[in-house]
Each structure stands twice: as C-alpha cells, then as structure tokens.
C-alpha cells in the first residue's frame, strides 16, 4: 500500500490570535481535499488548542513541535506529549534540525521522544538531514542512515510514525535539492525503513521539507518515494499553502490512477 500524500505546515515560532484567521480561511479553502490528502498545522502551543477546534470539524488535523522526553513533572517551561493531545494534537515534530542545532538535540533524545509521543497516542513526525558540507562531501545519504538509526524507534513499538526529510540547507533558503538527489535519498530512507520494519516500511510516509513552495510543489512531490511535505515559510498563508495541498492532491490523484 502506498502511504496517504501528508501536507504538513511548520508554524515554527510564527502565529498570534490574528493568525487563526489564516487557518480559518485555509479549512474552507481546502475542505474538499482533506479526505484525499492529510493536512496538518503545527502552531505554536499557545495556539495549538484553538487551531484543532479550526481544524477538526474540517477533517484536518493539528500537531505540536516539540515535547519533553519526559511524561510530566518539574520542567519548567516545557510541553509534554500528554499536553500536546490533551489540546487536539495528532502529530508532533521530533527532531527538527532547528531543534536540533538550538536545543542541542541529540538522536537518543529524538528516539526517546518518539517513543513516548507513540505511547500517548500521537504520530511523530521524526526529521533527518544533512548540512550543506555533509552534502558537499558527499556523504548525505550516509549521515541520513545515521540520524534513522539513533532516531527511530525499536521495530516492536510500532510503525505509526511519519519522516521527514529536510536537508537543513534547504530550509528557509530558497534552495532545493534536485529531483533526483530527493528521488536518491527518499528511495534510501524507504530501504532503511523496510530494512528496519519489514513490509511495514513502504508503508510509512516519508515527507520533504526545505523551501517547499507553490512553484516548486508539483515537481518534488512528483518524485518517487515523497509523500508529502513538511512545509515553514509557505504555510503561514493559507492561499500558498493551499496551493501546495492542491499539488499534492493532483500527484495522488496521478499515482492513484496508475496504481489501477
Ligand atoms: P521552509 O521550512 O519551508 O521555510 O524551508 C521547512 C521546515 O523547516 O520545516
């Protein structure tokens, strides 16, 4: 079976009580695709709770982007699993390379999370990547490998888990790799997968993220093994993101009629 095209949009640190108006107009703007096609927001927490009451009725789903690796307890200023869906999360991003980078994030902790956020109920969204010089030197798909098997949890916890790929030189510059360096890696995150799951794997779906655009949408979420997308910058506007929804509704409407 072929993974479900997920449209994800990673608010990041974006979004006041004005900018619900945005997911407003985005759930009636794409309410007839949402049966078709995942779409998903991740806000901030402070607005987590009423983006899923937006969200919801709409058939649309709503995540957080981040938690604590532990369950509850002394940690102040942090979220816990249990909270993101105690607000109507169904997702949450793991290991974002700005996460990553800033909160010195390690693959344990990435692994850690992901298994609690799958004990609470909720999907992880695990993010691997390379840098532009692990690039450059042109060990990208190994450092990928790498980050998959330090960051994805054990077989035995289930495979209700979705990846992303972002190479973090991609993110908010404008820069994308090209169609087959993204056909390379997806293809060997879906062979780490089924290695790693067996014919659970080609069911998992495995999303791009990086300057995802409406211009560029329909090429990169053509390309094999993508599923979808982890999208920052254009999903804050409903009218961008929509359209890159749209896109990744027509490639399924394609893929779906080949598969027949
Ligand atoms: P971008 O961010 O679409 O703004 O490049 C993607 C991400 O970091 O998830």
Redesign the pocket.
């Known amino acids: 079976m072929r993974p479900q095209m997920i449209l994800a949009g990673?608010w990041?640190m974006n979004g006041l009580t004005a900018d619900l108006e945005e997911v407003t107009r985005l759930a009636a703007t794409t309410a007839e695709m949402a049966g078709e096609v995942g779409i998903v927001i991740c806000p901030p927490a402070t607005l987590l709770s009423r983006v899923s009451d937006v969200l919801k009725p709409a058939g649309m789903a709503s995540g957080g982007q981040n938690c604590h690796i532990a369950v509850k307890g002394a940690h102040t200023g942090d979220i816990s699993a249990q909270m993101l869906k105690d607000a109507g999360a169904t997702y949450v991003i793991i290991g974002?390379s700005?996460r990553r980078t800033d909160h010195g994030e390690t693959d344990g902790r990435v692994r850690t999370k992901a298994e609690l956020t799958m004990s609470e109920g909720l999907v992880p969204i695990i993010c691997v990547g390379e840098t532009l010089k692990e690039r450059e030197n042109g060990v990208a798909i190994t450092v990928v490998e790498h980050q998959l098997t330090g960051s994805v949890p054990a077989a035995d916890k289930g495979a209700d888990i979705v990846i992303a790929y972002?190479p973090v030189w991609?993110?908010?510059?404008g820069r994308v790799p090209t169609n087959q360096d993204i056909a390379d890696m997806h293809k060997a995150i879906r062979t780490w997968l089924e290695a790693h799951y067996g014919s659970k794997g080609s069911d998992i779906a495995i999303l791009y993220?990086?300057?995802?655009k409406p211009d560029n949408a329909d090429e990169i979420l053509a390309v094999e093994n993508v599923n979808g997308g982890?999208?920052?910058?254009?999903s804050l506007k409903a009218e961008d993101f929509s359209k890159i929804i749209a896109a990744g509704q027509r490639v399924q409407t394609i893929r779906r009629a080949a598969a027949t």
């Open positions: 990673n990041k974002h700005e972002e991609a993110i908010g510059t993220g990086g300057s995802l982890l999208v920052g910058g254009a």
